[in-house]
């Protein structure tokens, strides 16, 4: 019998594999940049087919590193991205766009006339977006509407392409976070659709978070894979983290920083924060709240590929560590706007307070603190808003939790106790253990046994110092 299981986590900039078997061992992974594209101000792009082409790599290669075949799988989980969005043709199943990234702002506008007629969405959204892509396609609403035409986040199209189009569904973590669904239902939300007159019955189906979806072609990925989960890449590692319990919750550190809080079956509302679904299970439907910093990695790849400041994220790191503090140097990190809990997309990246003292090792240090400053800016108001106490632990993973210089500078600026979980790819983990449930090897309550703690980090600053450095910060941005 297969006795291992296979995560597959299609993120911003990466595509990642994972292979665990049932001791919740990693035993092989893989991990392969995507390219993305910038074809006019505010829009942002990746190329579907060379998005499919790494996801196919990406896999061979985890499995050559596990030292197994496909035919060792018992459970596929499928995470990644959500709100982004792709349409192809459902006969041949080619891509008719590109995979329009969660970053992308061409939703502006709509989200503007759809909150006028009732609908309070988000630009990223792909409820803002979907129209303007299928308009880009010769004919794309009516062969969209006569069902011609599939769409959906990138675990739809994976499903579907490694399927080969007999599984075309998405997850109610995946569907909540597209701005179509209807939290009170579950289901999709018709009268938003009908609004933008486009045909509900074209849209994927909405599965539970663990459960088989379908079963992979073998002639894709070498077996008839089961597909036992499939969940939005925020929910599935707060899961990973073992966030099973109301007031639990975790920030994830990659291209954005995005905190989940776990809110059981009430699906709660709160300024600077967005409900979302959590998992749904059967009859269970468990509920969260999510505040985004939109620029975290995003900024030190910024300050690689944009200001040339270093090589690679490592040498950055390496170059915060050798100066004790940032020199006066102030930082806002906000290349793509505002995030929670300001949701001010207008609001652009800053740099202040240089001067001829100032060092490359002043600013990466700076840029640090900006995300840590917004991530006490975030959760302050988090939790304000949503009526639950800190615990005074702060749970994290994600790319920028390998540095020790982040951890420390995080545990300083919140107060808090941060804990850094192994393997910090908590998104793609999940996505395994997942596969795991779905498989009947381990039940949901399991999970939070079955991560590492990597790093815990207690603050340096007295509570004095802390407030005012970060009160200086707020001021110097008029936050």
Same mark, same amino acid.
């Given at each position: 019998?297969?006795?291992?299981?296979?995560?597959?986590?299609?993120?911003?900039?990466?595509?990642?594999?994972?292979?665990?078997?049932?001791?919740?061992?990693?035993?092989?992974?893989?991990?392969?940049?995507?390219?993305?594209?910038?074809?006019?101000?505010?829009?942002?792009?990746?190329?579907?087919?060379?998005?499919?082409?790494?996801?196919?790599?990406?896999?061979?290669?985890?499995?050559?590193?596990?030292?197994?075949?496909?035919?060792?799988?018992?459970?596929?989980?499928?995470?990644?991205?959500?709100?982004?969005?792709?349409?192809?043709?459902?006969?041949? +199943?080619?891509?008719?766009?590109?995979?329009?990234?969660?970053?992308?702002?061409?939703?502006?506008?709509?989200?503007?006339?759809?909150?006028?007629?009732?609908?309070?969405?988000?630009?990223?959204?792909?409820?803002?977006?979907?129209?303007?892509?299928?308009?880009?396609?010769?004919?794309?609403?009516?062969?969209?509407?006569?069902?011609?035409?599939?769409?959906?986040?990138?675990?739809?199209?994976?499903?579907?392409?490694?399927?080969?189009?007999?599984?075309?569904?998405?997850?109610?973590?995946?569907?909540?976070?597209?701005?179509?669904?209807?939290?009170?239902?579950?289901?999709?939300?018709?009268?938003?659709?009908?609004?933008?007159?486009?045909?509900?019955?074209?849209?994927?189906?909405?599965?539970?978070?663990?459960?088989?979806?379908?079963?992979?072609?073998?002639?894709?990925?070498?077996?008839?894979?089961?597909?036992? =989960?499939?969940? #939005?890449?925020?929910?599935?590692?707060?899961?990973?983290?073992?966030?099973?319990?109301?007031?639990?919750?975790?920030?994830?550190?990659?291209?954005?920083?995005?905190?989940?809080?776990?809110?059981?079956?009430?699906?709660?509302?709160?300024?600077?924060?967005?409900?979302?679904?959590?998992?749904?299970?059967?009859?269970?439907?468990?509920?969260?709240?999510?505040?985004?910093?939109?620029?975290? #990695?995003?900024?030190?790849?910024?300050?690689?590929?944009?200001?040339?400041?270093?090589?690679?994220?490592?040498?950055?790191? +390496?170059? =915060?560590?050798?100066?004790?503090?940032?020199? #006066?140097?102030?930082?806002?990190?906000?290349?793509?706007?505002?995030?929670?809990?300001?949701?001010?997309?207008?609001?652009? =990246?800053?740099?202040?307070?240089?001067?001829?003292?100032?060092?490359?090792?002043?600013?990466?240090?700076?840029?640090?603190?900006?995300?840590?400053?917004?991530?006490?800016?975030?959760?302050?108001?988090?939790?304000?808003?949503?009526?639950?106490?800190?615990?005074?632990?702060?749970?994290?993973?994600?790319?920028?939790?390998?540095?020790?210089?982040?951890?420390?500078?995080?545990?300083?600026?919140?107060?808090?106790?941060?804990?850094?979980?192994?393997?910090?790819?908590?998104?793609?983990?999940?996505?395994?253990?997942?596969? +795991?449930?779905?498989?009947?090897?381990?039940?949901?309550?399991?999970?939070?046994?079955?991560?590492?703690?990597?790093?815990?980090?207690?603050?340096?600053?007295?509570?004095?110092?802390?407030?005012?450095?970060?009160?200086?910060?707020?001021?110097?941005?008029?936050?």
């Amino acid at each position: 019998m297969p006795d291992t299981f296979l995560a597959l986590d299609a993120g911003t900039t990466n595509i990642r594999a994972m292979v665990v078997d049932v001791n919740g061992r990693v035993l092989g992974q893989s991990s392969n940049p995507l390219s993305i594209h910038y074809p006019q101000p505010g829009h942002v792009e990746t190329d579907t087919d060379s998005f499919y082409e790494v996801a196919l790599k990406t896999v061979s290669e985890c499995l050559a590193s596990a030292e197994i075949t496909a035919t060792d799988i018992a459970s596929l989980g499928i995470t990644g991205q959500r709100t982004s969005l792709v349409v192809w043709d459902k006969t041949t +199943g080619v891509a008719l766009s590109p995979i329009v990234s969660w970053q992308d702002l061409r939703g502006i506008a709509r989200s503007q006339t759809l909150l006028e007629a009732g609908y309070p969405l988000i630009p990223l959204s792909s409820a803002c977006k979907l129209e303007s892509v299928l308009a880009d396609i010769p004919e794309g609403v009516a062969r969209f509407n006569n069902g011609d035409l599939a769409w959906g986040n990138v675990d739809t199209y994976l499903a579907w392409q490694f399927s080969k189009g007999t599984i075309y569904a998405t997850d109610a973590s995946q569907a909540c976070a597209t701005g179509y669904l209807d939290l009170m239902t579950s289901g999709w939300n018709e009268d938003l659709i009908a609004f933008q007159a486009l045909n509900p019955e074209s849209f994927p189906r909405i599965t539970d978070t663990i459960g088989i979806a379908g079963v992979t072609n073998a002639d894709v990925l070498g077996a008839a894979i089961p597909v036992g =989960a499939i969940v #939005g890449d925020q929910q599935c590692a707060a899961l990973a983290q073992g966030c099973l319990q109301p007031g639990d919750s975790k920030i994830t550190y990659g291209t954005s920083g995005t905190c989940n809080l776990n809110t059981g079956s009430t699906c709660l509302m709160a300024a600077g924060a967005y409900p979302l679904v959590l998992y749904r299970n059967g009859n269970e439907t468990v509920f969260c709240l999510e505040t985004m910093i939109i620029t975290a #990695g995003a900024m030190l790849d910024w300050l690689v590929y944009g200001l040339h400041i270093g090589e690679s994220s490592e040498e950055l790191l +390496g170059l =915060a560590e050798s100066v004790p503090d940032s020199a #006066g140097v102030f930082v806002l990190p906000a290349l793509q706007g505002l995030g929670s809990p300001h949701a001010d997309s207008s609001r652009t =990246a800053t740099l202040d307070g240089l001067t001829r003292g100032t060092s490359r090792g002043h600013v990466v240090r700076a840029a640090l603190e900006g995300i840590a400053y917004r991530t006490r800016d975030m959760l302050d108001s988090l939790y304000d808003q949503a009526g639950y106490s800190s615990s005074g632990v702060l749970r994290v993973d994600g790319g920028m939790t390998r540095s020790s210089v982040f951890l420390q500078t995080l545990a300083d600026v919140t107060g808090l106790t941060i804990e850094a979980m192994s393997p910090t790819d908590a998104t793609t983990y999940g996505a395994a253990l997942l596969a +795991g449930v779905s498989a009947e090897h381990w039940r949901l309550d399991d999970l939070s046994g079955l991560k590492n703690t990597s790093m815990i980090v207690e603050s340096c600053w007295s509570a004095d110092e802390r407030d005012t450095r970060y009160e200086a910060w707020c001021q110097r941005f008029q936050l």
